[in-house]
């Protein structure tokens, strides 16, 4: 079992950076594929961001390929996103998740996720 809590959300104005952290606890974390995702109000989930279980390979959603970062520490089992260049339109909850045999770009259902973190960009 993998229990992932992200903190780091708030408001901020268009522009602003913010830094996302995901801390995991009862499983080694370099064991899993890592990502972010997020949910609007009245939007599907969307994919954000993965990193592979060594740190080295990264997966990017369109719409914020450029402006976010993902990163890991695994001696921490701690994700990091980085959120540059915020817009309004990245107003969202955004979740962390695990998943133990999925690989870096492919589509499928993670195993663990965290309760979210509100990020809320006003112009």
């Known amino acids: 079992q993998v229990q992932l809590v992200e903190s780091g959300g708030g408001l901020v104005q268009a522009g602003a950076s913010l830094r996302l952290t995901c801390a995991a606890s009862?499983?080694?974390?370099?064991?899993?594929?890592m990502a972010w995702f997020r949910q609007a109000p009245g939007k599907e989930r969307e994919f954000v961001a993965a990193i592979s279980r060594a740190g080295i390979s990264t997966d990017y959603g369109d719409s914020v390929k450029g402006r976010f970062t993902i990163s890991r520490d695994n001696a921490k089992n701690t994700v990091y996103l980085q959120m540059n260049s915020l817009k309004p339109e990245d107003t969202a909850v955004y979740y962390c998740a695990a998943d133990r045999t999925l690989r870096i770009g492919e589509i499928g259902e993670y195993d663990y996720w965290g309760q979210g973190t509100q990020v809320t960009v006003f112009s």
């Open positions: 009862g499983r080694t974390l370099s064991n899993y594929l």
